[in-house]
């Protein structure tokens, strides 16, 4: 008994460590923020522009409401845009500049001080959602004409109001994108995705699964409705408690390619069991406390497997240069420099040397970014 109660507070803290935190400080449990967008009952409500129901924001799949906008003429876009929107900015599916355009409209009309920054001239605000702890996306490039394009998933501690903070500048949600960007270069664009609830410093939600969960279902549909909008699937990009939910929502997420970094587990025993036609890529650096982390699921704590263990069957990103559990979005490290190879679709390692070989590689040269 005495052992299995030091098992089970092991389980607690190693998971809380993984919520990416700098200190040991106490989290506080958070409720999921789920369901349709702020002014959806408006929404629902309004039969003024096509004298019937609007698209249930809830229950309409993002394909359907693609087609529901290219249906209207310019003039009822633009209607719907100005009396919803925060509806239309946070509709998965809406074409993007509309949604570019309702988002800064409700950012504009925000009194709340944590959001000012976003309102600035020339962002691409992709989504904002101010309720609870805030929620935003935000896009580096150009989305429309990219002929790739990723998603980057953050872990723990982040939302709205912590999304502009300057330290930790490739750290940072929309630090990882443009960086990362950067780095892929012409014919891309990146997603910084802070569109679910994450735990909140040391606390049981970074030792379950639950705010995950939850996340992944909105991961799936943000996904969707880039594909419905005609952009091409994304490679999606997951750090530390993202990795949570990017292995829940893996099954039905269209994507290209699946990236974990700094993972605590993908609640999976392998990359088979993610049950995903994603290729799957591994990467953590020898300096990431994350590996002092037990890679076990116990009566609801912990993750599962680490990621980046041969056995799991994923393909080994080199992150040997990438410090901390922070860094591998760093300008020039071995890491980002792979990350930018997958982001341009350029990254093709031999499958006689991934996963199996992965750590007999773990000194080998870097060809395009990627371990060969």
């Not at 570019?100 to 691409?124: M, V």
């Not at 993202?242 to 700094?262: N, Q, Y």
Request: proline share 8%; with cysteine; glycine share 12%.
């Amino acid at each position: 008994m005495r052992r299995y109660a030091r098992t089970l507070v092991a389980f607690a803290l190693a998971a809380g460590m993984a919520a990416g935190t700098t200190g040991w400080v106490s989290g506080d449990a958070q409720q999921a923020l789920t369901g349709p967008p702020p002014g959806s009952a408006q929404w629902r409500a309004d039969r003024a522009l096509l004298g019937a129901e609007l698209p249930d924001p809830e229950r309409t799949t993002p394909a359907e409401v693609a087609r529901f906008f290219a249906g209207l003429s310019t003039a009822e876009q633009q209607l719907l845009l100005v009396r919803h929107p925060s509806v239309v900015g946070n509709l998965d599916g809406a074409p993007l500049e509309l949604r570019y355009r309702a988002n800064s409209l409700a950012l504009a009309a925000e009194d709340d001080p944590r959001y000012r920054s976003l309102a600035a001239t020339g962002r691409q605000i992709l989504a904002f959602d101010p309720r609870g702890r805030g929620q935003v996306a935000e896009v580096f490039g150009d989305l429309r004409t990219a002929q790739r394009v990723s998603v980057v998933v953050p872990g723990s501690d982040n939302d709205a109001g912590t999304f502009d903070r300057k330290v930790a500048a490739h750290g940072a949600p929309p630090g990882m994108a443009r960086t990362l960007h950067t780095a892929a270069g012409p014919g891309t664009a990146v997603v910084a995705w802070v569109g679910y609830t994450t735990p909140v410093g040391v606390g049981i939600d970074a030792a379950t699964g639950s705010l995950a969960e939850a996340g992944a279902g909105r991961l799936t549909r943000f996904a969707e409705g880039l594909t419905a909008d005609g952009l091409p699937e994304p490679a999606v990009f997951c750090h530390s408690y993202g990795s949570v939910v990017c292995g829940i929502a893996a099954h039905r997420l269209p994507a290209t390619d699946v990236v974990v970094l700094g993972s605590p587990g993908m609640r999976a025993d392998d990359a088979a069991g993610l049950r995903t036609k994603a290729r799957v890529w591994a990467a953590k650096d020898p300096t990431d406390w994350i590996d002092n982390v037990p890679n076990v699921r116990f009566a609801g704590l912990g993750h599962g497997t680490d990621p980046t263990d041969p056995a799991f069957g994923a393909r080994r990103v080199p992150a040997e240069e990438a410090r901390g559990h922070a860094g591998y979005f760093a300008p020039g490290t071995d890491s980002l420099r792979a990350f930018a190879a997958i982001a341009r679709g350029t990254a093709t390692p031999d499958e006689a040397e991934t996963p199996a070989d992965a750590r007999a590689l773990a000194h080998a040269p870097v060809l395009e970014g990627v371990a060969r």
